[in-house]
């Protein structure tokens, strides 16, 4: 009888913890479609800048569409759950992305208005604390979009980059000037 009692007490207990992880699982996709849904909204609000009936119905009506279909699978992808902190330090990050892309776009035409052509080309490795793969690939791309500087692998928390103009004495270095901008908003963002 106590056999019985037991079974039965377990199956209970796994029942529980089932529809726990359920309801956890249930919440954190609610969450993320709501999250999903408000960058959306905003990105949309933000790209037709404009309160129209019209504007404003189409860009409910796609967003629900995209976070109903993207909500199920970001977790899938190995991407960290969405939150508002996250958020806000995407879009600071694809501001600073901006301001540096503006900034080496000054510093090549610079060097190649330049009579005597300052560059000194080079081949450097610098070194990333991050751990997520997506992230190091976001820094990658992020240092490859900035003029100047080109991802060429990247090799465990190693990266391979091409510079136009060569400075630091010593990997470290190097790593702050390259992507020290960029890897602390990634760090915040993916970890």
Same mark, same amino acid.
């Given at each position: 009888?106590?056999?019985?009692? /037991?079974?039965?007490?377990?199956?209970? $207990?796994?029942?529980?913890?089932?529809?726990?992880? @359920?309801?956890?699982?249930?919440?954190?996709?609610?969450? @993320?479609? %709501? =999250?999903?849904?408000?960058? %959306?909204?905003?990105?949309?609000?933000?790209?037709?800048?404009?309160?129209?009936? !019209?504007?404003?119905?189409?860009? #409910? #009506?796609? $967003?629900?569409?995209? $976070?109903?279909?993207?909500?199920?699978? =970001? %977790?899938?992808?190995?991407?960290?759950? &969405?939150?508002?902190?996250?958020?806000?330090?995407?879009?600071?990050?694809?501001?600073?992305?901006?301001?540096?892309?503006?900034?080496? @776009?000054?510093?090549?035409?610079?060097?190649?208005?330049?009579?005597?052509?300052?560059? /000194?080309?080079?081949?450097?490795?610098? /070194?990333?604390? %991050?751990? !997520?793969?997506?992230? *190091? &690939?976001? &820094?990658?791309? $992020?240092?490859?979009?900035?003029?100047?500087?080109?991802?060429?692998?990247?090799?465990?928390?190693?990266?391979?980059?091409?510079?136009? @103009?060569?400075?630091?004495?010593?990997? *470290?270095?190097?790593?702050?000037?390259?992507?020290? *901008?960029?890897?602390?908003?990634?760090?915040?963002?993916?970890?």
């Amino acid at each position: 009888m106590a056999e019985g009692y /037991k079974k039965s007490v377990s199956k209970k $207990s796994s029942l529980v913890s089932n529809s726990h992880k @359920n309801r956890l699982s249930f919440t954190c996709k609610l969450k @993320n479609f %709501l =999250y999903l849904f408000l960058f %959306l909204m905003l990105v949309w609000l933000a790209l037709t800048s404009t309160v129209n009936l !019209q504007e404003l119905t189409a860009g #409910i #009506i796609i $967003s629900l569409i995209l $976070s109903l279909v993207l909500s199920k699978n =970001y %977790l899938e992808l190995g991407l960290p759950p &969405l939150s508002i902190k996250r958020i806000f330090f995407s879009i600071v990050y694809i501001l600073v992305l901006l301001l540096e892309i503006v900034r080496a @776009n000054f510093d090549v035409a610079y060097r190649v208005i330049h009579p005597k052509m300052p560059i /000194k080309p080079g081949i450097v490795t610098i /070194k990333t604390g %991050l751990k !997520q793969d997506i992230a *190091k &690939l976001i &820094l990658a791309n $992020s240092i490859t979009l900035t003029p100047g500087t080109f991802t060429l692998d990247i090799l465990g928390d190693t990266l391979l980059v091409h510079w136009i @103009n060569v400075k630091g004495k010593n990997m *470290k270095e190097r790593t702050k000037l390259i992507a020290g *901008k960029f890897e602390k908003y990634l760090r915040i963002i993916f970890e």
